[in-house]
C-alpha cells in the first residue's frame, strides 16, 4: 500500500480510538493537508500551532518546505484556518470533509465485524473471529 495511504488509515483509526473511549464529537471537523512551499510558510503554520484557542490537532508537522502537514481542525476553527492560509497564500487540500462522518463509517464497519455469524454463507473469512464466533459458524 501506498505511503499515505497507511498514513490516513492510522490517523483515522486515531481519531476512531479517540472517539470511542473519550466520546468526542467530530462533527464538521475537517482534515487539511497543507503544503507550505518555503521556510517563511513552514513558520505561518508552525504558529498556529500556538494559538491554543482554535484547538488545532497536528498529525504530521514537517519542518521542511515542501514537506505536507495534515491538521485536524475543530468546526468553529475551519473558517478562521482556511482564511489564515489563503490570505498567506498557503496551498491545502481538504483530506476529510467531515471527520464524525468518517468515523460513524468505521465503527459501522466494525461493529458489522464483529455482528453474530449464523452460517459459513455470511462468515467474513477477512476479520479475525474469536474461537466462539469461528465454532458457531460452523
Known sequence: LPRPLIMKGLLVLCALLGAVFGKENFVGHQVLRIFPADEAQVDLVKSLEELEHL?????????????????????????????????????????????????????????????????????NYATYHTLDEIGRAH
Open 55 to 123: 484547538q488545532l490537532d497536528f498529525w504530521r508537522m514537517q519542518t521542511e518546505p515542501g514537506n505536507p502537514v495534515d491538521i485536524r481542525v475543530p468546526f468553529p476553527s475551519v473558517t478562521a484556518v482556511k482564511a489564515f492560509l489563503e490570505h498567506n497564500s498557503i496551498q491545502y487540500d481538504i483530506m476529510i470533509e467531515d471527520l464524525q462522518t468518517l468515523l460513524d463509517e468505521e465503527e459501522r464497519e466494525l461493529l458489522a465485524a464483529r455482528s453474530p455469524v449464523r452460517s459459513t454463507g455470511s462468515f
